[in-house]
């Protein structure tokens, strides 16, 4: 099975469980790091403004960009490649006024003619596009980026997040060394990441959310479903949209600090000098 397949596939199958891990209010990746650089990269919606959201999962941003307390959108658009997902998006949309102007629509990324198709019915194009933690989800991001400039409206706006290239998709390793504390002291801790590839790691497998409960199409580690992570180093990633003529103009990379720290000792939380993701916003060029 293809790389692109085994995504697809994973998605579908993993829908359930992930919808109940991110849950209706997101999980702490959203609250602590997703949403506030989402909250300064997007500008608010006006009453006439158009937002489309690519790959919504269980639609958490699609609903923050209609909400008021979010982007205050006037209409959205919730795509997914996954019909499992927008199932799970749809039965989340509990808020009156948000259902009201969010609609949701099957779309996968690597397919031009999908685009092709939205832009058809779509010709206005929208104010705002938004890929939440989903570009180390797709196996080509070339059909989106020869996309977007015909989504975007003339001062229209497309921000993504994504797991970071250097600290999270490469092949790296964990490092923790305990330096034991003398009399009452505190043992000190130090944490750090060991990057042994960056600039050529193919696909690989990897888990999305411990403790999934079935078998799916693709590997299987420890009893939990693994999905696919496609890496791309920093200046890869970006060329793809500069080439369609689009450009930069807000990078963030958010990290988690010392007050969202947790016993787990290993976990990726406590490492609050390494940014766990990478934020940015593109626009047309003029």
Sequence with gaps: MEFHEASQSSWDANAAHW?????????????VLQLPALERLIPRGRPDKKALELATGNGLGARWLASAEGGGFASVLATDGSAEMLKHAERRQDDATAAAKTAYRQVDVTDGAAFEQLLADEPDGFDAVLLNMAIMDIADLN????????????????????LHPVFFTSDFTRSIEIKDGKGTEEPEVTRAKVIRGYLDVPPVHGVGHWG????????MKNGCREKVYFHRPIHELFTIFFREGLVMDAIEEPAFTEADKVESIESHTNFTQLPALLAFRLRRSQ
């Design 19 to 31: 919808d109940e891990a991110i849950g209706q209010e997101g999980n702490k990746y959203w609250k």
């Design 212 to 219: 999934q409960p079935a078998l799916q199409a693709i590997l």
């Design 143 to 162: 059909p989106l980026a020869k996309a977007l400039p015909k989504l975007l409206k003339p001062d229209g706006v497309f921000v993504a997040t994504l």
